[in-house]
């Protein structure tokens, strides 16, 4: 058993929509292919896997650096001898040899994609669903058969008023979503009251709306936003300031008595422990969002599950970014809060499996080997274009 080739490009997910921070007009992505010597059903085995939005492709780092590592490393040193199957934490330290601690970058990024090549084969190859694979392991065999899941949009757009604004969240929730999300702090505060009002006579209530201001606000202005929001009683309120400016947050909490979330750019279970002990995120009403594809990949988010626990949070306060289906596959099979969704954006990298509906909030998980990634034929249309030719392929012979 052994990686016989690995195969990256870079795609756009380019649009022309906003956050309060960036646009998305030049945005990329990475995709990769491992490719085993595993055969199923007559065809080798090819693990997939690319990172989320909000984070350029990191082709460079992967060619330069993590991809010749994992090349070059003796094959018999990269298996699961007791499974019969490749090691993903083996696969994770040869990637990190030689990196130094500390300063994690984009590399986070490069080696998250990596990792969920890696488990999708590993799933591939034991024949299993990657949450029920996870539940086997981590779980005593108890998996979630439906994952909690929010519609992510209300991006600022070119032309993009109230009345496109609501139609927008009116189609998610036709859709069977209970929660939406916006964004806020592209424009100023009575710009955003007014958005949200309007998406307000849409769900209902202010407990089916989520607002994001993605890192923007100092802390003056992240505390007027808070004492706005107060009255409309939100769902939560998202990333107010840096995310690495955990004085901020811990002051904001001293102002804002109603949830707030944040994590989804912390890249390792070292910024997670120091968002709680020095951020003041409440354990009973708060909402983590580590990102597994940003953030060194599953083998990392074990760790950063294990700081979770240390320090008294249950797994079911985490909610992760990203809206794709490695995500779903963790929050089924470690039992976390949810999952973010993209029903409209970032496709065909967001969104679930095909014929899957949300259903009162809730989404199934495709019962195919891996992650399913094939259940979801526009995004496998991609993979497997990469997946399959013999061109760009990095041999080990």
Not at 62 to 90: C, G, H, T, V, W
Not at 256 to 281: C, I, K, V, W
Not at 312 to 331: E, F, K, Y
Request: proline share 5%.
């Amino acid at each position: 058993m052994r990686i016989v080739d690995i195969r990256e490009q870079t795609v756009s997910i380019a649009s022309p929509i906003a956050n309060a921070y960036i646009d998305f007009s030049k945005m990329t992505c990475s995709v990769v292919a491992v490719v085993t010597d595993v055969i199923r059903d007559g065809r080798p085995v090819v693990g997939y896997g690319f990172n989320s939005n909000g984070r350029y492709g990191q082709g460079a780092l992967m060619r330069e650096r993590f991809l010749p590592r994992l090349l070059e490393a003796k094959p018999d040193s990269l298996i699961d001898q007791q499974n019969d199957n490749l090691d993903p934490f083996a696969i994770w330290k040869t990637l990190m040899s030689n990196e130094k601690p500390g300063g994690h970058g984009e590399r986070s990024v490069a080696v998250g994609t990596l990792d969920m090549a890696v488990w999708d084969a590993v799933a591939k190859i034991a024949e299993r669903p990657l949450y029920r694979l996870l539940a086997d392991r981590y779980r005593s065999g108890v998996a979630d058969e439906r994952v909690w899941v929010y519609a992510a949009g209300g991006y600022y757009y070119p032309g993009k008023d109230d009345t496109r604004l609501k139609a927008e969240m009116q189609s998610y929730v036709d859709r069977g979503y209970r929660v939406v999300k916006m964004k806020i702090g592209g424009a100023p505060l009575a710009e955003d009251l007014r958005r949200i009002e309007a998406v307000l006579e849409v769900v209902g209530s202010g407990d089916r709306l989520a607002v994001d201001a993605n890192g923007r606000f100092d802390v003056g202005t992240a505390i007027a936003y808070a004492e706005a929001l107060k009255p409309y009683g939100l769902f939560w309120y998202e990333e107010a300031g840096d995310p690495l400016d955990y004085a901020l947050q811990a002051e904001l909490a001293n102002h804002y008595d109603l949830p707030m979330a944040t994590g989804e750019n912390l890249f390792s279970h070292q910024d997670a422990r120091n968002l709680l002990l020095y951020g003041s995120m409440r354990p009973d009403r708060d909402f983590l969002q580590f990102d597994c594809a940003l953030s060194y990949g599953l083998v990392e988010y074990l760790r950063t599950l294990d700081v979770l626990a240390e320090q008294g949070w249950s797994s079911r306060r985490i909610v992760p970014h990203g809206g794709h289906q490695m995500s779903l596959n963790i929050a089924a099979g470690l039992h976390l809060g949810g999952n973010e969704s993209y029903p409209d954006v970032f496709q065909p990298f967001g969104g679930f499996a095909d014929n899957i509906a949300v259903e009162d909030g809730y989404v199934g998980l495709p019962d195919v080997p891996g992650v399913g990634f094939e259940a979801k034929s526009a995004l496998y249309a991609v993979m497997r274009e990469l997946g399959e030719p013999a061109t760009t392929r990095r041999s080990v012979a």
